[in-house]
């Protein structure tokens, strides 16, 4: 199940500090959008306030023309009830940097627990398709192992599998690589590149530049909380038109070690 995503307007600080400067963004359903910029530069937050993780200051998120997190009342935006607002997430998958997976639970419990226990999805269904998406993601063998007998990519493909199991509109990727030994870091990207070519709609927050120029359909880059430049993936990385664009792009491919993003 694939959707559009429409950011408009999205601002956020925290005290003084602004992170997000009015960003717009659209996503159209089956598309694949890198954002790539230097640390610090708003795009985890963008993320984090895409779903609705943190509160907007100002603007609104759409997936597929349903507000995330609020509704229009009187003429203008109030936050939705908690229930609306998870209601409306589901729409969205998350995969976070440090996978996130609850330790005590199995690769395939923790695959299960959202479908079977937020969507009241029959166990039985639900269990076969988790075992599906572990297969999916090559992790067929690793069903009744816990978190800290997989590897990192492996929790990684198991958060991602996770995400893939309450069938959501648009997956959002947050640095998915950044906490990984570089070693596995190919292992996560294969199965990420195996969702574009399936259409799924994506928005991936990444340093790695190479994957956004083999997947992506369009790269935006960030900085200082705005969007500088987006557009077509082969242009932008090629040929961008702004030189804060060029300048980081010619940073990172001379230090790719350097360039991992956590704001």
């Known amino acids: 199940m694939s959707g559009g995503l429409r950011l408009r307007g999205l601002r956020k600080s925290y005290g003084d500090l602004q992170v997000l400067r009015g960003v717009d963004l659209d996503v159209e359903p089956g598309e694949v959008v890198c954002v790539i910029g230097p640390s610090g530069s708003g795009k985890s937050t963008l993320l984090r306030c895409a779903n609705h993780l943190e509160p907007l200051d100002a603007g609104f998120v759409q997936v597929d023309d349903v507000l995330v997190g609020y509704e229009p009342r009187d003429g ?25 997976l609850f330790s005590h639970l199995t690769a395939l419990r923790n695959i299960t627990l959202g479908p ?92 790695e530049i190479g994957f956004a120029a083999d997947v992506a359909d369009t790269v935006v880059f960030m900085d200082d909380g705005v969007v500088v430049e987006s557009g077509p993936a082969e242009r932008v990385l090629r040929y961008p038109e702004s030189e804060r664009t060029a300048g980081f792009l010619a940073h990172v491919r001379r230090h790719p070690e350097k360039e991992t993003d956590h704001a």
């Open 76 to 100: 203008r935006l109030h936050e939705s009830s908690e229930r609306d607002i998870a209601r409306a997430r589901l729409r969205m998958g998350m995969v976070f940097q440090q996978f996130n």
């Open 116 to 207: 079977t226990r937020v969507l009241r999805r029959d166990p039985t269904e639900v269990e076969r398709e988790a075992r599906d998406l572990l297969a999916r993601v090559g992790l067929a063998g690793h069903a009744d192992k816990l978190p800290a007998q997989l590897s990192g990519g492996q929790q990684q493909r198991v958060a991602i599998a996770r995400a893939l199991a309450m069938k959501p509109a648009v997956l959002l990727f947050d640095e998915p690589t950044s906490a990984l030994d570089p070693e596995l870091v190919g292992e996560v990207l294969a199965v990420m590149r195996g969702l574009a070519e399936q259409g799924m709609t994506m928005v991936v927050v990444t340093h």
